[in-house]
């Protein structure tokens, strides 16, 4: 089994940032993705971003510019700075991974952290 643990969510003030973190902890060979999505009520959930294990990146094209996603192999987690937050980005975000474990590859998604960006 593979935990996502998210941290970093909050209110905060259109123009405003923050940094949201994602640990991945369990039965893990390699995560092959991982990535940001979210949801605002009545929405379906949305791709943020994503980075593979070697770095490339992936954006929606309403966060290009804005969001930063990194991560950090050694540690098994994944980043999202993001920064000019509107408050159309109020949302639950929710980490997600593709964990290569006993040589297949599971889907995995966090609990989810709210962002509530106030105009």
């Known amino acids: 089994q593979v935990q996502l643990v998210e941290s970093g969510g909050g209110l905060v003030q259109a123009g405003g940032s923050l940094t949201l973190s994602c640990a991945a902890s369990?039965?893990?060979?390699?995560?092959?993705?991982m990535g940001w999505y979210r949801q605002a009520p009545g929405k379906q959930r949305d791709l943020v971003a994503a980075?593979?294990?070697?770095?490339?990146?992936n954006y929606a094209d309403s966060v290009k510019g804005r969001f930063t996603i990194s991560r950090d192999n050694a540690k098994n987690t994944v980043y999202l700075q993001m920064n000019s937050l509107k408050p159309e980005d109020t949302a639950v975000y929710y980490c997600?991974?593709?964990?290569?474990?006993?040589?297949?590859?599971?889907?995995?998604w966090g609990q989810g952290t709210q962002v509530t960006v106030s105009s």
């Open positions: 997600n991974a593709l964990v290569v474990a006993l040589g297949r590859e599971y889907n995995y």
């Open positions: 369990g039965s893990i060979f390699s995560i092959n993705v």
């Open positions: 980075i593979t294990n070697g770095g490339r990146t």
